[in-house]
């Protein structure tokens, strides 16, 4: 059986953030593209959620599991060119659900950009001519960040994760 190549970073991406539950689990799951794609000059960083405090095995004792398991995180992260490892504090391993709360811990509060969001969508007249746009973009991030649990008056995008397997 044969697979066909990986597909190539598109070509205006320059950085990636690539959020996983434990340490780990981006190695095991998708170093390989990684690897790829920090070859081909993307800026990759790493958000990891819980320590990985539950995993493991032989005779290290549980207290020790996160000191290790983030070091070991931050070798394989170094072994294939990826510079930003960051680690949430607070989440259990083993407990992960997909609350309001972590949402907000890892949502692009994007507030600071409204104005240049704002002047990047009125470079598309043809498209928002007909439109309020500063009203338009505040109502939908509004929205879009009070579902992910961030306070009043926060502004926010919101991504949508697409499976292919």
């Known amino acids: 059986m044969s697979f066909?190549?990986?597909?190539?970073?598109?070509?205006?991406?320059?950085?990636?953030?690539?959020?996983f539950a434990h340490p780990d689990d981006i190695d095991f799951g998708c170093t390989g593209t990684i690897a790829g794609w920090v070859d081909e000059g993307v800026e990759v960083s790493y958000l990891i959620i819980a320590p990985g405090?539950?995993?493991?095995?032989?005779?290290?004792?549980?207290?020790?599991?996160?000191?290790?398991?983030?070091?070991?995180?931050?070798?394989?992260?170094?072994?294939?060119?990826v510079r930003q490892v960051d680690f949430l504090d607070g989440?259990?391993?083993?407990t992960l659900t997909p609350t309001l709360g972590l949402r907000r811990d890892i949502a692009v509060d994007v507030t600071d950009r409204f104005d240049s969001k704002v002047a990047a969508m009125r470079a598309h007249l043809s498209q928002t001519g007909h439109l309020d746009v500063p009203a338009w973009i505040r109502d939908r991030l509004t929205t879009v960040a009070a579902e992910a649990g961030l306070p009043p008056g926060r502004l926010a995008e919101a991504f949508t994760v697409l499976r292919t397997s």
Not at 53 to 60: K, L, P, R, V, W
Not at 91 to 94: E, I, R, V
């Open 4 to 19: 066909p190549k990986s597909a190539s970073v598109l070509p205006d991406v320059r950085r990636v953030l690539a959020v």
């Open 53 to 81: 405090d539950a995993g493991g095995f032989g005779d290290i004792p549980r207290a020790q599991m996160p000191r290790l398991r983030e070091a070991e995180q931050r070798a394989a992260a170094e072994a294939v060119g």
């Open 91 to 94: 989440y259990a391993d083993g």
